[in-house]
């Protein structure tokens, strides 16, 4: 019914940037509020920056000032500008968004596959 897939990942130095990429496809009536999450070795997943559907935005303490995201409501699509990278930043990124269906009665949450993003020192 819904598929969100995320693109943009891969290898990249330290202090480099990486754009993320998400596209929601299927029966949308409407996307509430998108996310980024990330998940590194070990660790548990973990907000990195949220949007809604206005364009408000909030972003996790460890990314504020480097990433930023941002949406095309028109083509259901979210992204992830990250910069000044650091190894840290080494994570499988996940694309979370709330969507309404025109089958549906209610919004539901949905996520993408994962990209992986490993940043080298």
């Known amino acids: 019914q819904v598929q969100l897939v995320e693109s943009g990942g891969g290898l990249v130095q330290a202090g480099g940037s990486r754009r993320l990429s998400c596209a929601a496809s299927g029966s949308i009536f409407r996307i509430n509020t998108m996310a980024w999450y990330r998940q590194a070795p070990g660790k548990e997943r973990e907000l990195v920056a949220g949007?809604?559907?206005?364009?408000?935005?909030n972003y996790a303490d460890s990314v504020k000032g480097r990433f930023t995201t941002s949406r095309d409501n028109a083509k259901n699509m979210v992204y992830l500008q990250m910069n000044s990278l650091k190894s840290e930043d080494t994570a499988v990124y996940y694309c979370?968004?709330?969507?309404?269906?025109?089958?549906?009665?209610?919004?539901?949450?949905?996520w993408g596959q994962g990209t992986q993003v490993t940043v080298s020192s």
């Open positions: 979370d968004a709330d969507i309404f269906l025109y089958s549906s009665s209610r919004f539901r949450d949905y």
């Open positions: 949007i809604t559907s206005g364009g408000s935005t």
